[in-house]
């Protein structure tokens, strides 16, 4: 699963756009060169399936105690196994290492060195374990001073030497006995025994108290007779009971040693994220192992030139290392790493650990430049600190470094780097300066003086503060780098700049039978559009409008927005140009608004207004008008009628109206229409009059002269069935002529009232003119509210 994962992610190509390049790391002096890189920092980069790169540099930094100036030119392979996955080894083709005061290094302190002090090589003062024979010592386990010249020179390892005598002068010379040695000898070397703690053992009569090989030091002394001071007769002053060394060069003991090919590194680099993702983030895993150790005599002589720590079983290193792209031209390396250190081991016979060499935590930040892809300028700033259980360093030094420089890149695959480094907090003058210091140790002599104790204040003396932080990197690369994407050519898109208007509002027309008032210009609603766009690369452009209401007219950059039919409101236009890719530059929209127009009524006065109709009725009857509107504005006309008499029964608002004349008669009615919905100027008023007659009178229903009674009957029947239709009426029989005449026609009228048994009280019978020459009858109908004065003979 994992090889088919890494065959899916491999072969992703740079881009040639990109003008970052790659090349491996330098490292010394704490980080281990070769993975991908800055000069020291690990950045996000990983070499690409099938690049390689060798690189061979010139390094030289400064580290403490000694005031070290070491000098290493690595060399290194790196290939990319994957585009995710490199692997690297690296060694040192040459380290020199120059120690400027060697007065603060414990390696200058072992049996097989000298100081040059006073103008002659002699064994500098040292404080060590004291050394232990099979006897009682009087210094058990403690911690004693060893005189300037009193130790012999001793090949390593050292067992068996001669410790020298201390000083001591009769009865207790030879000081043999001191020490727990047969009386008559001198004290020896060793042999090492097992430690109790710091873990390293402990070495009596050369190392220091504290544990390890390596001896604490003295760095001034002061002489304890007043007369016939010489080496035996002083005392320390200011030393360390735990030893100093370098932790990169624990042993050595020349002020210049030179070695080769000593340290050797072999790792990977695995980066997690994807390799076209602006962050990078991966480990870095080494293991470190070196060449020369101290397990026979020739191993320590090179570890003693500061061939290497020595570290019997190798180092294990694990880095985090991330980055990130914030510009094309900037990127950001960050890394935190550790280092699991092997202790250094030598056979005595035996084997007993010599030094308990710190672990390393190491933290860095990287800012580099690639402004071109010839040109790559490079910060660093980086701190390794020791951590763990480890042997005590008097002078342990931290060292914080700043790294300026910059690459230069001929081509993808050649590159030549150049760069300026500083040791930020070395042991200069103000490393101690005012501090408080305390010394105490045994001093064996003739008279056995108790441990002594010294105390003052200000910087120590006699330690050789260091004086030059300066150090440098020069690297050149060579390799194989595939070919990069080619850049693609983007299709920049069109963008819409600008887009106007003729008008930013538009005004509806006004509706049929009005017009715009006076100032306003109402019913244009067209806009003209006039849209302006850029292309950089100057393709043929396709103007896309899209509207919210209405329509556009034409094509290009220039057309006609017509809002015919909307409503008032706001509507927008968006213009968008397309030059072969779609819409894929800035479109603008821009908004306008409808509104509606300000408009009066148009006034067109009717040529007549007359009202017809009216005439002559009878009293009872009904009179109708019409009122008569021609021409002029009708849409919304209205009619408002009044009578002078009567009641208007029917039509109020209407053309036609109908006027009850009940009650009236021998008068006339006038009837007035007053027209609404004209305009203001015009007539809107006209009347007409109708007559109402008198009353006419009530005719006779029937009438007859002298006939036969049969027929006079017949007549009264139908008189009879006319007054049962209209219940409310009377009737009203006159008859005329002779009295005898007139009495025998009554007669035979009331009889056939009885005989037809019809109501006798609503026939009324009287008697007219006598004079008359024969006998008449008149037969009357008088309706409810007539007065028989009305009727007509």
């Given amino acids: 699963m994992l090889a088919l994962s890494l065959t899916v992610l491999a072969q992703q190509p740079r881009s040639a756009d990109d003008p970052r390049n790659t090349a491996p790391t330098v490292g010394t002096g704490g980080p281990v060169g070769g993975p991908t890189g800055l000069f020291t920092v690990y950045d996000g980069q990983t070499l690409r399936k099938g690049e390689y790169t060798f690189s061979t540099a010139y390094s030289n930094f400064d580290r403490d105690p000694g005031n070290a100036d070491f000098t290493e030119v690595p060399v290194s392979f790196q290939i990319g196994l994957t585009d995710y996955l490199e692997f690297f080894f690296n060694t040192d083709a040459y380290r020199g290492v120059k120690i400027n005061s060697p007065r603060n290094v414990s390696g200058f302190y072992l049996p097989n060195s000298q100081i040059r002090i006073g103008g002659s090589l002699v064994s500098p003062p040292a404080i060590i374990l004291a050394p232990q024979g099979t006897g009682a010592s009087q210094f058990p386990n403690q911690g004693i001073f060893r005189p300037q010249g009193n130790q012999p020179f001793v090949s390593f390892p050292y067992t068996g030497g001669s410790a020298g005598s201390f000083g001591l002068q009769p009865p207790f010379f030879p000081p043999g006995p001191v020490f727990g040695f047969p009386t008559g000898t001198f004290p020896t070397l060793g042999p090492p025994r097992v430690g109790s703690g710091n873990g390293a053992d402990l070495f009596p009569g050369v190392g220091a108290p504290v544990g390890g090989i390596l001896p604490g030091i003295v760095f001034s002394t002061v002489c304890t007779v007043t007369t016939g001071c010489n080496n035996f007769t002083q005392a320390p002053v200011a030393f360390t009971n735990s030893p100093s060394y370098l932790p990169d060069a624990p042993f050595i003991n020349r002020t210049y040693g030179e070695s080769a090919f000593s340290t050797f590194s072999v790792g990977a680099k695995w980066r997690f994220t994807n390799v076209n993702s602006p962050y990078g983030i991966g480990i870095v895993a080494y293991y470190r192992f070196y060449a020369d150790r101290a397990t026979d005599a020739g191993g320590f002589n090179q570890l003693q030139r500061g061939a290497s720590p020595g570290g019997n079983r190798g180092d294990i290193g694990l880095v985090l290392f991330g980055d990130v792209r914030l510009r094309k031209w900037l990127n950001v390396s960050a890394n935190i790493g550790y280092n699991f250190n092997s202790s250094v081991k030598g056979?005595?016979?035996?084997?007993?650990?010599?030094?308990?060499?710190?672990?390393?935590?190491?933290?860095?930040?990287?800012?580099?430049?690639?402004?071109?892809?010839?040109?790559?300028?490079?910060?660093?700033?980086?701190?390794?600190?020791?951590?763990?259980?480890?042997?005590?360093?008097?002078?342990?030094?931290?060292?914080?470094?700043?790294?300026?420089?910059?690459?230069?890149?001929?081509?993808?695959?050649?590159?030549?780097?150049?760069?300026?480094?500083?040791?930020?907090?070395?042991?200069?003058?103000?490393?101690?300066?005012?501090?408080?210091?305390?010394?105490?140790?045994?001093?064996?002599?003739?008279?056995?003086?108790?441990?002594?104790?010294?105390?003052?204040?200000?910087?120590?003396?006699?330690?050789?503060?260091?004086?030059?932080?300066?150090?440098?990197?020069?690297?050149?690369?060579?390799?194989?780098?595939?070919?990069?994407?080619?850049?693609?050519?983007?299709?920049?898109?069109?963008?819409?700049?600008?887009?106007?208007?003729?008008?930013?509002?538009?005004?509806?027309?006004?509706?049929?039978?009005?017009?715009?008032?006076?100032?306003?210009?109402?019913?244009?609603?067209?806009?003209?559009?006039?849209?302006?766009?850029?292309?950089?690369?100057?393709?043929?452009?396709?103007?896309?409008?899209?509207?919210?209401?209405?329509?556009?007219?034409?094509?290009?950059?220039?057309?006609?927005?017509?809002?015919?039919?909307?409503?008032?409101?706001?509507?927008?236009?968006?213009?968008?140009?397309?030059?072969?890719?779609?819409?894929?530059?800035?479109?603008?929209?821009?908004?306008?608004?409808?509104?509606?127009?300000?408009?009066?009524?148009?006034?067109?006065?009717?040529?007549?207004?007359?009202?017809?109709?009216?005439?002559?009725?009878?009293?009872?009857?009904?009179?109708?008008?019409?009122?008569?509107?021609?021409?002029?504005?009708?849409?919304?006309?209205?009619?408002?009628?009044?009578?002078?008499?009567?009641?208007?029964?029917?039509?109020?608002?209407?053309?036609?109206?109908?006027?009850?004349?009940?009650?009236?008669?021998?008068?006339?009615?006038?009837?007035?229409?007053?027209?609404?919905?004209?305009?203001?100027?015009?007539?809107?008023?006209?009347?007409?009059?109708?007559?109402v007659t008198e009353r006419p009178g009530i005719s006779p229903f029937d009438e007859f002269q002298v006939i036969p009674n049969d027929d006079i009957r017949g007549r009264l029947d139908n008189f009879f069935v006319a007054l049962r239709n209209d219940p409310t009426a009377t009737g009203y029989i006159v008859i005329d002529g002779p009295k005898k005449d007139a009495d025998r026609r009554e007669a035979l009228i009331r009889n056939h009232i009885r005989f037809r048994k019809f109501d006798a009280t609503r026939i009324t019978i009287v008697r007219g003119d006598t004079s008359a020459p024969s006998v008449s009858t008149k037969l009357y109908v008088i309706p409810a509210g007539r007065s028989i004065t009305e009727i007509t003979r």
């Fill in 347 to 691: 056979n005595f016979p035996g084997r007993f650990t010599m030094l308990d060499r710190p672990d390393e935590l190491i933290a860095a930040i990287g800012v580099d430049f690639p402004v071109n892809r010839y040109f790559q300028p490079i910060l660093e700033f980086r701190a390794l600190e020791y951590v763990g259980g480890r042997t005590p360093n008097a002078f342990e030094n931290d060292p914080i470094d700043g790294i300026a420089g910059a690459r230069f890149y001929p081509a993808r695959w050649l590159s030549i780097g150049a760069a300026y480094r500083y040791h930020f907090n070395q042991q200069d003058a103000g490393f101690i300066r005012d501090t408080v210091s305390t010394f105490t140790v045994n001093v064996g002599d003739r008279t056995q003086t108790p441990p002594q104790t010294f105390t003052f204040r200000g910087t120590i003396p006699g330690f050789q503060p260091s004086s030059d932080a300066h150090g440098f990197i020069i690297q050149g690369t060579i390799g194989r780098r595939n070919k990069r994407e080619a850049p693609q050519v983007l299709d920049k898109p069109a963008d819409v700049t600008a887009v106007e208007f003729s008008k930013t509002v538009v005004t509806l027309p006004c509706p049929p039978g009005f017009r715009p008032a006076a100032g306003q210009d109402c019913g244009d609603q067209t806009v003209e559009v006039r849209t302006t766009a850029v292309d950089p690369e100057n393709a043929v452009l396709t103007y896309n409008y899209t509207v919210s209401g209405g329509r556009i007219v034409g094509s290009g950059a220039n057309v006609t927005w017509d809002l015919s039919g909307v409503r008032p409101g706001t509507y927008t236009i968006t213009v968008g140009v397309d030059d072969g890719c779609g819409i894929c530059g800035k479109t603008q929209t821009k908004t306008i608004e409808v509104k509606e127009c300000v408009c009066e009524k148009i006034c067109e006065c009717p040529s007549s207004i007359t009202v017809s109709g009216g005439g002559v009725v009878r009293p009872g009857e009904v009179l109708t008008f019409t009122a008569n509107v021609v021409g002029g504005t009708q849409e919304n006309i209205t009619y408002n009628w009044t009578v002078s008499k009567g009641t208007i029964i029917e039509g109020q608002g209407t053309p036609v109206i109908r006027v009850s004349t009940e009650g009236l008669e021998r008068t006339d009615i006038v009837a007035r229409v007053e027209i609404g919905g004209l305009c203001p100027e015009c007539p809107n008023t006209a009347q007409e009059t109708g007559s």
